[in-house]
């Protein structure tokens, strides 16, 4: 099973900025469509963004476009998601996940990594 690990979390004021980071150990990223997802206290999940593993195509969420990227580096075998403009509702904890097996299910998710917002 494709093991994931977030990692960039933390407190910072609204308008601030972070970027969160997915690897891997042992399993090459780049073969798979990874997504990051959040999940705010009494909220349902909801996706955030996602890179395909071939054409490296994206996804923003309507409520984060123009402030959040993802991005890959191969060599690093990280997937990044830039957050930029930061608000109070940004809040949650992310995860990433992998679609290990290319059929639109993301099946291997990380432990998580929490963002706060707040001045």
């Known amino acids: 099973q494709v093991q994931l690990v977030e990692s960039g979390g933390g407190l910072v004021q609204p308008g601030g900025s972070l970027r969160l980071s997915c690897t891997s150990s042992?399993?090459?990223?780049?073969?798979?469509?990874i997504g990051w997802f959040r999940q705010a206290p009494g909220k349902e999940r909801e996706g955030v963004s996602c890179i395909g593993a071939s054409d490296g195509s994206t996804y923003i969420a309507d409520s984060v476009k123009g402030r959040f990227t993802i991005s890959r580096d191969n060599a690093k075998n990280t997937v990044y998601l830039q957050m930029n403009s930061l608000k109070p509702d940004d809040t949650a904890v992310y995860y990433c996940?992998?679609?290990?097996?290319?059929?639109?299910?993301?099946?291997?998710w990380g432990q998580g990594t929490q963002v706060t917002v707040s001045s």
């Open positions: 042992g399993f090459a990223l780049d073969y798979y469509a």
């Open positions: 996940a992998a679609d290990v097996n290319r059929d639109n299910i993301w099946d291997s």
